[in-house]
């Protein structure tokens, strides 16, 4: 989710169909392995037939149908509850890489990796999360099409966030245990982050000349996983895809304990601005989107206090031992700036929100259900919607107004222009640098387990 940068200050924002089986009808091979038989009983009742005819008969032999192969049935989005497949909580740990030059000591220091190993129960909460992430995630890769309305993929990927957590989020603080770590970002073209469709929005389909962004986040006890990647059906948007690709794997590359923010930020610049794409004729530089940046994750909280530049700057500030971020990059061929647009549907009560008197009984109701279900996680307009809240909006509105819950509007660059995102989560610890999906997680093909590397 993406963390906006404003005007100097960095503000931090949140920012199937089952295949169904092709089955053969094998009703005429079967009619015509009847029909051979038969004629091949006439044949034998001509034997006192001329020998011509014997040899003619004999000459006709039965062809046999060859059988059509059953299709295999497309495999249904991932159910099982995750924990049940991993009863000792033996979550994949994936590829780990250690420091190396001047941090090569945290690698061979055995009393940093013993205090590492000793709480290592937020890192069992990370990669659970991880797992459910990379399955479906995998599963989206694969059944998301043109024709879809948003809609449906939203509806489709949380279901599954819901169902391999084992946390429906219906009851009473059932969704802070574990569930959406935020709502599913859907956002195409020009909208850079942090739309989805609210259950009233109008019906919107997915083209094939549309670039959308897949933005989503599982948690499990607060511990969230934030990842994020494009897809587009039209290989003349390729090069957009991957320079910013290209881009958040060199940010994760270059993260690690004691490396400096604007460091990361002049990376990642210099790998997405070395490319260009082609788009109808006309060659446009692919730029990196200036006020938008990575960010840390605190427990409950989708944004830190540190955010993650993807241009060079000022900021010397450093990662730190124990802190997991969100490396994301976002490239435009548009102005390399966003703003906001479109109606609102991401929201989240902020940390250390003040007490402030409400007046309106239905900001009251709101902030109740709000604090029970959802905390200072990020919600949107359709969870409340599933909770059975209506006529909530004037009161939502309230709460805004009233400096309790922050409001994430859409973030567009200029109309007729294309975006994409891609994002990967790393946590730092004493003896190595880990990211929680590997630098190829994004691949609709990948079936290993999700990866860590480091530095």
């Keep these: 989710m993406a963390a906006k940068v404003e005007e100097g200050l960095k503000k931090l924002s949140v920012g199937e169909k089952n295949g169904k089986s092709d089955k053969s009808n094998c009703v005429d091979g079967l009619n015509n392995d009847s029909e051979n038989e038969d004629s091949e009983d006439d044949d034998k009742e001509e034997g006192a037939a001329p020998a011509a005819d014997s040899e003619g008969a004999s000459k006709k032999k039965k062809k046999k149908k060859k059988k059509k192969k059953k299709k295999k049935s497309a495999a249904g989005p991932p159910r099982t509850v995750l924990s049940t497949l991993y009863p000792n909580s033996d979550y994949p740990e994936g590829e780990i890489c250690e420091y190396r030059d001047s941090h090569l000591s945290r690698s061979t220091n055995e009393e940093k990796r013993h205090l590492d190993r000793m709480n290592s129960d937020y890192l069992t909460e990370y990669r659970h999360g991880a797992e459910i992430h990379r399955r479906v995630r995998q599963h989206a890769q694969k059944s998301i099409k043109p024709g879809q309305t948003l809609h449906e993929i939203a509806n489709g990927i949380e279901d599954s966030v819901r169902a391999l957590t084992g946390h429906p989020g219906l009851e009473e603080g059932d969704s802070l245990l574990g569930g959406m770590g935020f709502p599913t970002g859907l956002s195409i073209n020009h909208c850079a982050a942090h739309y989805t469709p609210n259950?009233?929005?109008?019906?919107?389909?997915?083209?094939?000349?549309?670039?959308?962004?897949?933005?989503f986040g599982v948690h499990i006890n607060g511990r969230i996983v934030d990842s994020a990647w494009t897809m587009a059906f039209d290989p003349r948007y390729d090069n957009l895809?991957?320079?910013?690709?290209?881009a958040t794997n060199t940010g994760v590359r270059e993260a690690g304990i004691d490396v400096r923010m604007s460091d990361i930020g002049a990376a990642i610049q210099e790998t997405m601005e070395s490319y260009e794409v082609e788009i109808e004729g006309s060659t446009y530089p692919v730029k990196a989107i200036r006020n938008l940046n990575g960010h840390n994750i605190e427990q409950f909280s989708i944004h830190g206090t540190k955010s993650v530049p993807i241009v060079?700057?000022?900021?010397?500030t450093k990662m730190e031992e124990g802190e997991t971020f969100a490396i994301e990059t976002f490239g435009s061929t548009g102005k390399g700036y966003v703003r906001d647009d479109m109606e609102t549907s991401h929201y989240a009560k902020?940390?250390?929100?003040?007490?402030?008197?409400?007046?309106?009984?239905?900001?009251k109701t709101l902030l109740s259900v709000i604090n029970k279900n959802f905390g200072t996680l990020p919600f949107c307009r359709r969870y409340l919607d599933r909770l059975g809240q209506d006529k909530y909006l004037l009161g939502l509105n309230n709460l805004v107004a009233s400096g309790i819950i922050e409001d994430y509007p859409p973030l567009v660059d200029v109309k007729g222009s294309y975006t994409a995102q891609f994002e990967h989560v790393s946590y730092f610890v004493a003896f190595a640098a880990s990211a929680l999906m590997n630098t190829d997680y994004l691949a609709a093909t990948d079936g290993e387990g999700s990866g860590e590397q480091g530095r």
């Design 199 to 215: 259950t009233s929005s109008p019906t919107w389909i997915l083209g094939d000349k549309d670039v959308l962004k897949v933005d």
């Design 241 to 246: 895809l991957a320079a910013v690709k290209d």
């Design 312 to 316: 060079k700057g000022g900021d010397q």
């Design 350 to 363: 902020k940390p250390g929100a003040p007490n402030v008197a409400l007046r309106l009984s239905s900001a």
